[in-house]
């Protein structure tokens, strides 16, 4: 694990979590994973997002789920999903986070309707009074609600966001997030656009495949925010059909996959999810195969 100067900043894996055949979670394994990607490089996890499942979670299940997380790799280096239907919701979760010693959390804007700029702002401050930094995630591909760099810049002005997963795909927006909010932090939000908002100065990932391959990917952030492009862009071109499946609906099963090629318990997902139709299996089994076979872990 390298040194950062904020809790949020390096490579936080939105850990994807092992499943036991009867889909019950398998708490160990969950805990030996988050170990295993910080002993890989990786700076941290985020549990309880959506490769985490976590709408499909009880509520003890996802407060355990956070609980191991803080006991496997510490709370400073946990950033959970705190997502919810409800304002007042996604706060509690917050205040577990803060209560489990967590450096910051993870929070989508109101996800059940297409919220308006006005409910957008106070559901942030109604989370933010938890008292712990929150990370804004922007997925307007999901959830309907555009966190635009005018928006954000204005979540950021009041103090109720400290950066912002960015997963619209436009790498264009950090330009203009810099302008408009030069002291907001800029985290990858998508895998498939690393390279691009690693050179733009990101200075995070919220990483899905290094679930599977850690150690590759840790090398090619490292890279890219580094400007090294000379190491960077053929580590990207190699793992880049991995990385776009990031974007795809199908990504938690995808990346589960990946793991259960490369050795790891990626193993089922709980429903409404689905198992891979055949094609995609082959599709990413063999993406998966052709990268290892490289050397590539």
Not at 59 to 76: D, F, H, P
Not at 178 to 207: C, H, K, Q, R, T
Not at 215 to 243: C, F, I
Request: hydrophobic share 45%; aromatic share 6%.
């Amino acid at each position: 694990m390298t040194s950062r100067t904020k809790p949020w900043h390096g490579i936080m894996v939105a850990t994807a979590l092992p499943l036991r055949d009867d889909l019950s979670v398998d708490y160990d394994a969950y805990a030996e994973h988050c170990r295993w990607l910080v002993d890989n490089g990786c700076d941290g996890v985020v549990p309880n997002g959506s490769l985490g499942e976590y709408q499909t979670l009880t509520a003890e299940e996802r407060a355990k789920v956070v609980e191991t997380a803080v006991a496997a790799v510490g709370g400073r280096n946990v950033m959970p999903g705190v997502a919810a239907y409800g304002s007042a919701e996604s706060r509690r979760w917050a205040e577990q986070a803060a209560e489990a010693g967590c450096g910051s959390v993870l929070l989508l804007p109101p996800n059940s309707y297409r919220a308006d700029e006005r409910i957008v702002v106070e559901h942030y401050r109604e989370a933010a009074r938890a008292g712990v930094p929150v990370v804004a995630y922007n997925n307007p591909i999901d959830t309907k609600v555009d966190l635009t760099p005018s928006l954000l810049a204005k979540l950021f002005d009041e103090g109720l966001i400290v950066a912002v997963k960015e997963f619209s795909g436009d790498v264009r927006r950090a330009y203009e997030l810099n302008e408009l909010a030069p002291g907001l932090d800029l985290l990858v939000g998508s895998d498939d656009v690393l390279l691009e908002l690693g050179i733009a100065g990101a200075v995070g990932w919220i990483a899905g495949y290094p679930n599977a391959l850690p150690a590759s990917n840790v090398a090619l952030y490292r890279a890219a925010v580094a400007g090294d492009l000379e190491t960077a862009l053929p580590l990207y071109r190699k793992l880049h059909e991995l990385l776009r499946w990031d974007s795809k609906t199908e990504f938690v099963q995808a990346i589960k996959l990946s793991m259960d090629v490369a050795g790891r318990h990626g193993g089922p997902c709980r429903a409404p999810r689905l198992p891979l139709v055949p094609e995609q299996e082959a599709s990413i089994r063999a993406a998966t195969e052709k990268v290892l076979a490289e050397g590539l872990r």
